[in-house]
């Protein structure tokens, strides 16, 4: 019977000190973030993912929901094999490429957070079940500073001089350019057609889709959509990866 998992794995740092108080106010995404993102040295010999992701999980002790194609039509193989070798990487940099070894082509894998800060890892059509809506103020993207090409002279110099001037009726011609409707319309089709461009509804995916709602966007869509869209809220900072690492 062969070895399932042969790991040679240092970590640089702590195991997670479990029994520390966690401070009510840190979102338990963040806490989970910063255990992922601290460096790791490990060695997969032939190892199947269903014991990496149990030794990631007491490594780290952040908890991680896996959907198995035992649980449905779309999901990872338990007994899937990696070798791989990484030195000094993050963590979920080293979850990442495990799964970019043992995902399908036709269905490839990812990663994503619940709010109760589990990570969620599987194909993405199994994720797509946890979309969810946010709101994206785009405002600041969508207005435009009207460019006047056709500028009148107002005799500036011959005031300084003291020449006097007349007064002038100033009359700007101003170009024509697109709605503001128009110009969320176009930023839709280019989020649709950059980010995941399978999934949307519009490009005939099931994963997420996008409305325009009083100038703002409303996208209902999985969690690792909406990171690429906005970035996440919850990213650790520095001093609390540091703080993970004690």
Known sequence: MRTRLAVSAVLLLALPAIA??????EDPRTAAL???????????????LEDIVTYIQQVTGVSIDPVWDDRGAAGLARDASVTMHVDG??????????LDKTDSDFDPATWQFAESG??????????????????????????????????????????????GG?????????????????????????????????????????????????GSLLVRAPGYIHRQIGGVTYWPTPAQVRRAAR
């Open 34 to 48: 910063a255990q992922l993102l601290q460096p790791a040295t490990a060695e997969f010999d032939d190892a199947s």
């Open 89 to 98: 990487l993050p963590m979920l940099t080293v979850i990442e490429r495990v």
């Open 118 to 163: 589990v990570l969620e890892i599987g194909p993405r059509s199994a994720l797509n079940r946890h979309a969810y809506p946010r709101i994206y103020d785009v405002h600041d993207l969508v207005f435009e500073i009207p460019d006047f090409t056709d500028v009148p002279d107002l005799e500036l110099g011959r005031i300084v001089q003291g020449q």
């Open 166 to 214: 007349s007064r002038q009726d100033v009359e700007l011609d101003v170009p024509a350019s697109k709605s503001e409707a128009e110009r969320l319309d176009d930023l839709v089709g280019l989020i649709e057609s950059t980010v995941e461009f399978d999934q949307w509804r519009d490009n005939g995916g099931d994963g997420a889709d996008i409305s325009i709602y009083r």
């Open 20 to 25: 520390q108080p966690r401070r009510s106010a």
